[in-house]
């Protein structure tokens, strides 16, 4: 019985950032409907697989919902959708508006079906400018609101992207939130809407808001840049033996600092001793604190550092990361036994209700697995829906 227990989603989004916003909704309880054409979802065929079509990729950003094969270039299939959408709370999309509009499922379309149904889209730019129907990836968003810049100017002047689908999962958890006030308005007022969550603003609001600088006012007083992010020396440090995760931010962790590594000299430093002296001076301060942790081991200096309430954290690749005790003892990543695909690690939803209970519903479907059940539940018969498949407007999932 999870928070959205009685929302009914129908999702109609393909590769990352709207199946990974669909999934939240799912693992928080909704029934998420997803729709697949006949060759399923492009994120079914990246990474190693136990068995065609069911992708490492996939099955983290697609459990908790039920899998539907329709063609929507066919009438009947356009039809079998617009019934779902007919007894849904939520559409959520990602391709571009004029995609839907050419499916004849815009929103002055199934609004009239449904005026209660909350219309979510996730896409590239807003509607209202220039950019408004150009494709969109989460690369070329990164590029676009200046996060390679950023990476070349804290590192060797090459820009590269975040080695990770940045933009996808921000813009999906802002889609999340998004559609969820939606579904507050709709229960006051009874009246669904259409909501539009475009990578290009989201991020780039996102991004702005730690490095908009003097460019807050106008005229600008700098540049712009956060200048403790933007210090080349903000990485993880080296020690003697490896590499330690540490911020000293506030005047009680330096005073904690200095006394641990008997570094008393730098009190008494202008460009240590206060938190405005620090700011200034950034790159000199993180110099030398990587200087003093070269000199022991890593080990030593978590011991120190927590004894003397220093945060630090161990640096962590991937592997070790499933093997961090707090994440095995709150059992983030649980192996579990999937029906086809064997013993998986599945991941734990991170936020915990007192009355609600929100956990992933059901694993990754296998391509169609639920089309039969879904569209008995929209008034099918069973002679309507074995013709449907005969004339390939649905793909029916044989048994594992």
């Known amino acids: 019985m999870g ?45 190693p697989t136990r068995h065609p079509g069911m992708g490492p ?35 959520v999309y990602n391709v571009r508006p004029q995609a839907m509009a050419r499916l004849q499922l815009g ?3 199934v609004s009239k079906i449904n005026p209660r149904l909350v219309y979510a ?14 494709p969109a990836y989460d690369d070329l968003i990164q590029g676009a609101t200046a996060l390679p810049a950023l990476m070349a100017q804290t590192s060797d002047g090459v820009p590269r992207y975040v080695p990770n689908a940045l933009v996808d999962r921000i813009v999906g958890l802002t889609a999340v939130g998004a559609i969820c006030a939606s579904l507050v308005h709709r229960d006051r007022t009874g009246q ?29 007083l700098d540049k712009g840049g956060y200048a403790r992010h933007l210090s ?13 995760c540490v911020i000293v931010y506030n005047d009680k962790q330096w005073e904690n600092f200095f006394r641990a590594t008997g570094r008393d000299d730098l009190r008494s430093d202008p460009k240590f ?13 993180y110099a030398e604190l990587a200087r003093i942790l070269l000199t022991k081991t890593t ?33 983030v990543f649980p192996v579990t036994e999937h029906p086809t695909e064997g013993r998986i690690r599945n991941m734990k939803v991170s936020a915990r209700w007192s009355e609600t209970t929100a956990e992933p519903q059901r694993l990754a479907p296998r391509l169609g697995q639920h089309g039969e059940e879904i569209l008995r539940e929209a008034g099918y018969s069973t002679e309507e829906i074995a013709a449907m498949a005969r004339d390939g407007v649905t793909r029916l999932a044989t048994n594992p």
């Open 121 to 134: 889209g996730v896409f590239g730019f807003g509607q209202a400018g220039p950019y408004a129907a150009k």
């Open 232 to 244: 080349p020396d903000r990485r993880p440090y080296k020690t003697s033996d490896g590499y330690i």
């Open 192 to 220: 669904g809407q259409r909501v539009d969550i475009p990578m290009f603003e989201t991020m780039a609001g996102f991004v702005m808001g730690d490095h908009m600088g003097g460019l807050t006012y106008d005229p600008p």
């Open 57 to 91: 990729v996939f099955l983290n950003t697609n459990r908790s919902k039920r899998s539907i094969c329709l063609d929507l270039k066919k009438p009947a299939g356009r039809d079998a959708v617009l019934r779902l959408i007919a007894k849904a709370d939520v559409l």
């Open 273 to 285: 001793a206060t938190f405005a002296g620090r700011a200034v001076n950034i790159d000199v301060v």
């Open 299 to 331: 080990a030593q200096w978590n011991e120190i550092l927590e004894k003397a309430d220093v945060p630090v954290m161990p640096m962590h690749d991937l592997e070790t990361l499933l093997q961090d005790p707090h994440i095995v003892a709150t059992d």
């Open 3 to 47: 928070p959205l227990q009685g929302i009914k989603v129908v999702d109609m989004t393909t590769v990352l950032m709207g199946p990974y916003a669909t999934q939240m909704l799912g693992d928080y309880g909704a029934d998420v409907i997803k729709v697949e054409s006949p060759d399923g979802d492009v994120t079914r065929q990246i990474g």
């Open 107 to 109: 929103y002055d379309v």
